[in-house]
């Protein structure tokens, strides 16, 4: 028996959002269940094949703060709310970019070809030089 579809958030949004797995998984595991977006206060994980879920938790969320999003219009449906400040909400995937932002789920950043060539000539008095031993280490042979 095979588990139902959902949304990969890793193909959908994984090129701007930073994506990861649920803890605990195994770093190999690519089921799209186990897919999460990190947030400054809660996650956003995918909960059916159509639906999204937002959970709103943590030091950086308040009563206020969930009363606040259960009042938004991309709100479908409240699955969870708690008496601290923990919610859990439904929403469509075209309204992710402004559940992301909400909940301050964080960006890809994105570097254009001389951007990255300056990181990499500032980088590269530090860098590893093959068959020097860094300063301060001792050789082990």
Aim: hydrophobic share 35%; aromatic share 10%; with cysteine.
């Amino acid at each position: 028996m095979t588990p139902p579809e959902c949304i990969n958030l890793e193909e959908q949004f994984g090129n701007d959002w930073h994506v990861k797995r649920e803890e605990g998984r195994a770093p190999c595991t690519l089921d799209p269940w186990t897919f999460i977006i990190p947030c400054r206060c809660g996650d956003i994980y995918p909960y059916s094949d159509t639906l999204l879920a937002a959970c709103l938790y943590g030091k950086h969320t308040s009563p206020a703060k969930a009363t606040f999003c259960k009042r938004q219009p991309w709100v479908v449906e409240v699955v969870q709310d708690g008496d601290m400040g923990e919610l859990t909400v439904l929403f469509h995937p075209k309204d992710f970019r402004e559940v992301a932002i909400y909940l301050g789920a964080r960006k890809r950043r994105h570097l254009s070809e001389k951007e990255r060539a300056a990181a990499i000539k500032a980088g590269a008095r530090t860098r590893f030089q093959k068959g020097r031993v860094p300063h301060g280490a001792t050789s082990q042979r």
